[in-house]
């Protein structure tokens, strides 16, 4: 289903007085507005595939219904989610869920609804049917040659896939680890996954990255190979320039200073993109913003800071994506909420007063760099958010809308109850 831009109009129109009056407070306050404004309108956070089902856990999936069964359908949710909130113009893809049987076909519903094709995503973590060689011991990583092929092999095929529809990434994650103390060799398994990452690399396309992800456990819990950010930057600064470390907020002990890291691998060149999600213990996948979204701003205020000592473009130099799914929201709802989130802190980080903060470090005066930063953070920027979004053409707000128009039980009418997409 598309959404017709004269309905998402209709209802900006009923909430246009509330959100000028509130607009026009906060902007008040703001001296770099326009700036503010214009960076908004261009971000925007590529939506992964997966995550347009219900998640499940290892005890259950609860789908909700009108859920998509094809690729059609996933691009058609991502166009639903891009109509709505103008910030969501890419979708990623995980293969082999998420096979383009006709790749210009699937390229041309994807431009239809305002949409590209961000990273392409490889899967040696499970096993596929008629598959010869098992990833039980993992994958780039294991011991036996013939299955490190298989593995490097399908990720060339991935590449393949994604040039097709124009995508210019691919992201790595692998499940490959240990569960037991001795059952790996750790030296052995490192020089192994990086064999393997240069086979891949080569066939990379002059103007692709490789994005290494890293994880510190699950499904492994004794070792994961690629278990943090040295390790996959010391793969990462082996294999190339084309080759950068993925921060997925999830894949990090409790209490790791993720904005820390974040800033370390901008300074080096080697920070690729996110994978944003929220947690409390561990790879949560819970909605973005949910349950930190100070540390949320506190990672964007080290993105905004160390992207303009570099002279990046915020909205395209870094790759930016949800990786959530879970189990109770209704997916598209869950995604619009993720959306919103990060760009409540980026715009909160947007409004940082930078020249005080560095006048305050210069200075070490701690209460005053602590007060600049929840000055930041705690202006309502909400308006500013919408403002752009009205300006890009999408919804006032775009969760009110989404429920306004009825378009879950639309999909249900149209899908039926039933259907369960692809995915974890
Ligand atoms: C692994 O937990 C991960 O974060 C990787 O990015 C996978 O590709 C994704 O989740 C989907 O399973
Ligand atoms: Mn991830």
Same mark, same amino acid.
């Given at each position: ?31 770099? &507005? ?43 949710? $991502? ?104 059952? &790996? ?60 470390? &993925? ?23 080697? &920070? ?97 760099? @602590?007060?600049?930063? @929840? ?5 309502? $920027? ?43």
């Amino acid at each position: 289903m598309q959404l017709e831009k004269y309905k998402i109009d209709e209802i900006n129109q009923q909430q246009l007085a509330d959100h000028k009056r509130k607009f026009d407070y906060v902007a008040e306050g703001i001296s770099n &507005l326009d700036d503010v404004l214009t960076k908004l309108e261009a971000f925007n956070v590529a939506i992964p595939s997966w995550a347009l089902g219900t998640g499940g856990t290892r005890f259950g999936r609860f789908s909700g219904g009108g859920e998509p069964g094809s690729l059609e359908e996933k691009i058609e949710d $991502v166009g639903v989610i891009q109509a709505l909130n103008k910030s969501s113009n890419s979708i990623s893809l995980h293969i082999p869920w998420d096979i383009p049987s006709n790749p210009s076909a699937i390229k041309a519903l994807a431009a239809q609804v305002g949409l590209r094709f961000d990273a392409v995503n490889s899967n040696t973590f499970q096993n596929q049917k008629d598959q010869k060689y098992s990833y039980k011991f993992g994958s780039l990583h294991h011991v036996d040659k013939a299955v490190r092929k298989q593995a490097v092999e399908h990720n060339i095929e991935v590449i393949k896939y994604g040039a097709e529809l124009g995508s210019n990434a691919l992201s790595v994650w692998l499940a490959d680890g240990s569960n037991f103390p001795g059952q &790996l060799n750790f030296r052995g398994a490192f020089q192994n996954t990086l064999e393997s990452l240069q086979e891949i690399y080569e066939a990379l396309p002059d103007d692709w990255k490789v994005w290494v992800e890293y994880k510190p456990y699950e499904p492994n819990f004794y070792s994961t190979t690629i278990g943090d950010w040295g390790q996959s930057y010391l793969l990462a600064s082996k294999l190339g320039q084309k080759a950068q470390t &993925l921060v997925d907020l999830g894949h990090h002990l409790p209490n790791t200073n993720i904005e820390q890291i974040v800033s370390l691998l901008l300074m080096e060149g080697k &920070l690729a993109g996110f994978h944003f999600n929220d947690s409390k213990y561990g790879d949560d996948d819970l909605t973005v913003g949910s349950i930190n979204p100070y540390q949320l701003f506190l990672i964007f205020n080290e993105l905004v800071e160390g992207m303009d000592a570099r002279g990046m473009k915020h909205a395209t130099d870094i790759g930016w994506m949800i990786d959530a799914s879970h189990n109770l929201k209704d997916p598209i709802e869950d995604l619009i909420q993720s959306v919103e989130a990060i760009k409540i802190a980026y715009a909160q980080a947007l409004i940082v007063d930078t020249a005080k903060l560095k006048a305050a470090q210069a200075s070490n005066d701690t209460v005053q760099a @602590q007060e600049i930063l @929840q000055q930041a953070y705690r202006t309502d $920027v909400r308006a500013l958010v919408a403002e752009s979004r009205l300006r890009a053409g999408g919804a006032l707000n775009p969760l009110a809308t989404f429920r306004a128009l009825d378009v879950r039980g639309n999909l249900i009418k149209e899908r039926g109850a039933t259907t369960v997409a692809t995915g974890l």
